[in-house]
């Protein structure tokens, strides 16, 4: 039989959740449980978690409650956002970014107070708690883990109130109910699912919506912006140089007076089931635009191909968990190769749910006009030499044709 953990890291949230299992935590293992709340741009204040934790009879020196907004978008969401990642195309990846910072910081916790065990959250059914656990394994692989929904013997929404009400945890009046959706939220976008989003045959309700106005009801004027990008990372809009957090605060805003950044998706999650869930970028939706916007002009073709090649794979690690994994570290060292160059500034018009570069300048661009003009350039080009290329290029083409020709219609 396992021994009980002595002493409990808890991602909490402060919400009745994490509050049931920080007391949870206290019954079941007679456990010490130290808090630990990160304030990631989610839209709600932190500080109630501390007289929260607080009430449940936390000692002071056992909450522990940082702002990590700035780091969270320049040491994760940046870096990201210089491989253009999206996974299966459209999401990109809110949720799953977040996750190894707030392991990363509970395993540093742990260390700090003695802690012998980490707890979060997550269900038994979703990403979150793949991405936890392999962010805590990385970091320090003996800790032990504690996956409440994974463990306890609660059946059914309304035994965890019986829980809450026995050991007198508020509960608020809109969780008396069944919650229409679940959200989750930080600085780069928000994330709804389950309940009245579960069929996807449906169209989300309007009130789903949590970081963006309808484009329907947008301005209808476009909005023109220009963001400044130095080695990949965007540091100023309109001329005014921004921190990481404040860029992506802004870029937020503009994106929710525009509509931008909705996506109603049905993903494939890593534990094997498919999910659908409504998710807001807007700001990061501006951004994915516009760094690709200023890469058209920076990176030579090879190297854009490349990075376009290696980013499903960079997404899928980051999507399952991998944050910590030898090879994601690798792809992040040639992804970041790659933006040494990345200088310059794009245009972006901002209208009805739309992100669209219209303009894009560099002082180290690889565009030259002479090359492409229409009209007889200085370039260098001689366009007689395309004969001799586009032959080489089609012989191998050529000699199966001939192939071909010899078998027959019926290749006999």
Request: glycine fraction near 8%; charged fraction near 30%.
């Amino acid at each position: 039989m396992t021994s009980k953990p002595k002493k409990v890291v808890l991602a909490y949230s402060g919400g009745l959740d994490t509050s049931i299992i920080l007391k949870w935590l206290q019954t079941e293992y007679g456990a010490e449980v130290v808090t630990f709340t990160a304030d990631l741009g989610q839209g709600e204040e932190v500080e109630p978690a501390r007289r929260k934790a607080e009430l449940l009879g936390i000692r002071p020196e056992n909450i522990f409650i940082e702002d990590l907004r700035e780091e969270f978008v320049r040491d994760y969401v940046f870096p990201m956002f210089r491989a253009n990642t999206v996974y299966e195309g459209q999401y990109l990846l809110g949720t799953s970014i977040a996750r190894p910072l707030i392991a990363k910081r509970q395993i540093e916790i742990a260390r700090a107070v003695g802690a012998d065990a980490v707890c979060h959250g997550a269900t038994g059914k979703g990403n979150d708690q793949v991405r936890f656990e392999l962010g805590y394994y990385a970091l320090e692989p003996d800790i032990r883990v504690v996956a409440p929904w994974r463990e306890w013997d609660f059946a059914s929404r309304e035994q965890l109130l019986d829980f809450a009400e026995k050991h007198q945890i508020p509960i608020a009046k809109d969780k008396r109910g069944e919650a229409p959706f679940s959200v989750d939220a930080n600085l780069l976008h928000s994330s709804s699912e389950g309940k009245v989003l579960e069929d996807p045959a449906l169209e989300a309700p309007e009130y789903v919506h949590q970081r963006t106005i309808s484009p329907e009801d947008a301005p209808d004027r476009p909005t023109v912006i220009e963001i400044a990008f130095e080695k990949g990372d965007p540091v100023a809009i309109d001329g005014e140089t921004l921190s990481p957090a404040a860029l992506l605060a802004r870029l937020n805003q503009l994106g929710h007076d525009n509509g931008i950044g909705r996506l109603d998706l049905v993903e494939n999650r890593f534990v094997g089931m498919k999910s659908r869930g409504v998710y807001e970028t807007p700001g990061g939706t501006i951004l994915l635009a516009a760094h690709r916007g200023i890469e058209s002009i920076t990176l030579d073709g090879g190297a854009m191909h490349l990075k376009d090649e290696m980013m499903p794979r960079y997404a899928k690690l980051i999507y399952n968990g991998f944050w910590f994994s030898p090879e994601r570290e690798m792809l992040q060292a040639l992804i970041d190769k790659s933006q040494e160059n990345v200088t310059g500034t794009a245009r972006v018009k901002l209208y009805k749910g739309n992100a669209t570069v219209i303009g894009r300048e560099s002082p180290l661009s690889l565009y030259d006009q002479d090359l492409v003009t229409f009209e007889e350039g200085t370039g260098g080009y001689d366009q007689r030499d395309a004969a001799g290329f586009i032959r080489l290029n089609a012989l191998r083409l050529r000699i199966e044709a001939r192939r071909r020709t010899r078998l027959g219609p019926d290749g006999a």
